[in-house]
């Protein structure tokens, strides 16, 4: 639909009117400048194979987080601080936060009015009678309204975004934690057990030389001796291939940590946040399951999400009405200047009420509705399971404590009888290699109650070994 008027006036007035709105708004658009950015595999993998702990500006990120750094380089590592390093270097992190600050960007521009269309027509004509122009020329403004229900739901739907990604950091900031804290109790797990093995290779190559020495005497048979030097032999091997096992365990924490192996060669490790008297936080059962409603991030992400696709729905309905575009505009015309106005929207008539993308969009948000019922089950099911876990391990490890309790007894009083002359020093060897398989088994136990701890704590998305906030901040500060 178009109305115009006609005015008589020359060619050159329309001519350097249609030029200054041109420049107008050329010069009205600024322009970003093309930068080249190329990628360096090279020089990327060098830049990998140089992180080290003592990077200052690692010491920065460690104080922007309250962590208490007296002297820098630190002397040793705690797991909260490895969780900051890791932080600072896992690349994985790194694209979370390009995607959430994309997302940002993607905000803070949804809300742009569309720019308006501008057309030039120009035309030429045969009949230049009476001394008219043979050019017809013009310009027209294309200006398109749209409903500001379209726009809300839009903006809507661009604010879940953000929040998802925001989200998903800290999703993805837990994850690399859990990570990082079972690589860590693998790395213990292996340094004790190298320890505990040399205990028992000490005490049976003592035991070894007492049966030598009653062989040459005769109190000892080749059975005795040969039994002990195989046990000695075995005791050895597993030394040896433990040896492979704490590498493998360095390496599997580098690598989790997002460093190479070599910046951990000379790192010391505190590992008191495992050995605590009292094991991880102990927690009631209602503590525990206020904690898995508010805290896990998977659930979080899922609810905005699911706002992403109910704000999809949204616009999808919206757009059952269509958009009105006005085109005002000047033409000049063989002498006649012409002022129009037209008006333009698109028809709803093969498909009037957008059925398709809503009926899709409906969909979609059943998807993430299911999605979500399921999620929520498999964390209530981690939940269940995870508890029971620690609970029978727990039980496990005091059954063997009070049984290395009742062993260092017997141990105590073979000491006794030694001293006294009632127990040679065979027999207290033996029971100091009772003791040390005893204490072995609890320190495996141990070990297994801090690994199903760390289930529960990946199950409630919340720290049971530290009181400190394992929770990552804002991405604009990076």
Known sequence: ???????????????????????????????????????????????????????????????????????????????????????????????????????????????????PGMQIPLEHHSDTAGGKSPWHIGVLFDLIFEREGKRQARRDQALAESSAANINIHALAWNIYGQLRQKYMDYYSALKSDAQLTTRADITGEILKLLLRRKELGQASDFEVSSMQIDLQRIRLQQASQKFAIVDAMHALAGAMGVPATALEHTEFRFADLEMPDGPVDMTENEIRQLALTHRLDIQQSLAEYNVYEAALRLEIEKQYPDLTLSPGFVFDQGDMIWALGAAW?????????????????????????????????????????????????????????????????????????????????????????????????????ISVLKAAGQLEDAIQYPLFTHATYHYQDAERD
């Not at 006036?9 to 107008?24: E, I, K, T």
């Not at 093969?350 to 999605?371: C, F, M, T, V, Y």
């Not at 498999?378 to 029971?388: D, F, M, S, T, V």
Request: aromatic fraction near 8%; proline fraction near 4%.
């Open 346 to 446: 698109v028809l709803p008539l093969l498909h009037p009420q957008n059925e398709g993308p809503i009926r899709e969009a409906l969909a979609q948000r059943e998807i993430k509705q299911a999605e979500f019922l399921a999620l929520q089950a498999r964390a209530i099911n981690e939940l269940e399971a995870a508890r029971a876990r620690l609970a029978a391990q727990k039980t496990a490890l005091q059954q063997a404590q009070q049984l290395l309790q009742e062993t260092v007894m017997r141990s105590q009083q073979v000491q006794k009888q030694y001293d006294l002359g009632y127990a040679d020093h065979l027999e207290l060897s033996r029971s100091r290699v009772e003791t040390a398989a005893a204490a072995q088994a609890v320190t495996d136990l141990r």
């Open 1 to 115: 639909m178009t109305f115009s008027r006609r005015h008589k006036s020359s060619l050159w007035f329309g001519a350097d009117l249609l030029c200054a709105v041109v420049l107008l708004c050329v010069a009205g658009c600024a322009t970003y400048q093309y930068e080249a950015k190329p990628l360096d595999a090279g020089q990327a993998a060098q830049d990998y194979t140089a992180r080290n702990l003592n990077d200052p500006a690692l010491r920065d990120f460690l104080q922007a987080y309250q962590y208490p750094v007296q002297q820098w380089p630190l002397t040793d590592w705690d797991l909260h601080a490895l969780a900051l390093a890791t932080w600072y270097f896992h690349p994985d992190l790194q694209v979370a936060i390009a995607e959430y600050r994309k997302a940002k960007i993607h905000e803070e521009t949804v809300n742009e009015r569309i720019n």
